[in-house]
């Protein structure tokens, strides 16, 4: 079977490649053995292959944080998923053609769900949903800052606050996102820029924003500090820029802001296995009927794992790379 492997940490399309290596072998009483159908490319993976993401295994290692598969077996201890079911792995080393995991790390998925959209389930919309719900108890009518909004996430959200009657202020760095982010539900989107404050303050007349989001880091988590209310609270999650955040320490001081960051498996890891099951379960039948969905650029195969990373690592994609390694895409 193939599976990629990283021989050394690097450029991602330099250091990672398709390697042949042994079958996996039949699952254990507890455990459940599954085809990988798809898997996406994430900013993660990529700081993952560079060897600069938090986790740095030792080498040789396979990347992958998410994937959907189809249960091939599963040991006689495992009563929630069965041959043919299709599944998402809270595991990692998913950029494989096969995966053998303990049964609990498998999350049915229901039957018939376009598979693209699938294999994006697992990470990006529980993302979305926890940092709406986990952190400030917003009334119907409050608004909602972001940064990166027409990140896979950035649009999760947009659709996860509207669905719940917030109102968002989706900051992009460019300006012909407008639209297409406003047909799913934006109520405002603007470039971000150093007089972002302002802008905001005046689109929305001057609405206490109590919960702000946000992807990049350096000044961009600043500029989005700067448009929350007194006590107001930044979640910072990821680092499309690659710098620690700089806020001016007046927000602290004087406003009493609060700078956070979130952790899609640090939430996880509060909530009992049932309560995990549910929130895919919803989140699945979401995505099943439509309403949350998630761009995809192009679908490679696995032996393709070179031009994909390097496809991957371009900016003005129009969604995610996606890559198929049985050929079911
Ligand atoms: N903490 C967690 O648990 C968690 C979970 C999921 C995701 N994340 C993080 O969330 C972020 C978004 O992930 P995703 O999968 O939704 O990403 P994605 O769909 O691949 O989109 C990446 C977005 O980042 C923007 N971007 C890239 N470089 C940028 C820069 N230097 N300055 C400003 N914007 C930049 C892109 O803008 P354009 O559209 O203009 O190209 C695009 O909108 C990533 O940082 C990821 O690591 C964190």
């Known amino acids: 079977m193939k599976q990629v492997m990283l021989e050394r940490y690097g450029t991602p399309w330099e250091v990672a490649s398709c390697a042949d290596i042994p079958d996996i072998g039949d699952p254990g009483p507890d455990e459940v053995v599954f085809d990988v159908l798809a898997f996406p490319i994430n900013p993660a993976d990529m700081g993952f292959c560079r060897g600069t ?19 091939v077996s599963a040991g006689a201890g495992v009563k929630h998923v069965k041959p043919g079911d299709l599944v998402i792995n809270l595991q990692r080393e998913n950029w494989t053609q096969r995966r053998k995991v303990k049964g609990d790390d498998a999350i049915p998925l229901p039957p018939g769900i376009d598979l693209r959209q699938a294999a994006m389930v697992r990470i990006n919309p529980p993302t979305a949903q926890l940092m709406l719900s986990d952190f400030v108890d917003l009334k119907g009518g409050e608004w909602v800052i972001q940064n990166v909004a027409n990140s896979a996430v950035g649009r999760l959200l947009i659709v996860l606050a509207h669905q719940r009657g917030l109102r968002t202020v989706n900051v992009v760095r460019r300006p012909e996102l407008a639209d297409e982010l406003k047909a799913l539900g934006a109520d405002l989107v603007l470039v971000d820029g150093d007089d972002l404050a302002a802008r905001v303050a005046r689109e929305t007349g001057n609405a206490p924003i109590r919960l702000g989001v946000e992807a990049i880091g350096g000044a961009a988590t600043g500029r989005l500090v700067d448009c929350l209310a007194t006590d107001g609270t930044l979640v910072h999650y990821g680092s499309m820029g690659g710098e620690d955040p700089k806020v001016g320490r007046t927000n602290f001081i004087y406003r009493g802001v609060r700078l956070t960051g979130f952790m899609l498996g640090r939430f996880l890891a509060r909530r009992s296995a049932e309560q995990i099951r549910a929130l895919y379960a919803d989140l699945g039948g979401q995505v099943m009927a439509g309403r949350l969905f998630a761009p995809v650029d192009t679908v490679y195969p696995i032996e393709k794992i070179k031009d994909a990373l390097a496809h991957a690592d371009k900016g003005g994609r129009n969604g995610k790379i996606l890559v198929s390694p049985n050929g079911a895409l």
């Open 53 to 71: 993401y938090r986790l740095k295994p030792p080498l040789p290692a396979t990347p992958g944080a998410e994937c959907v598969g189809r249960v």
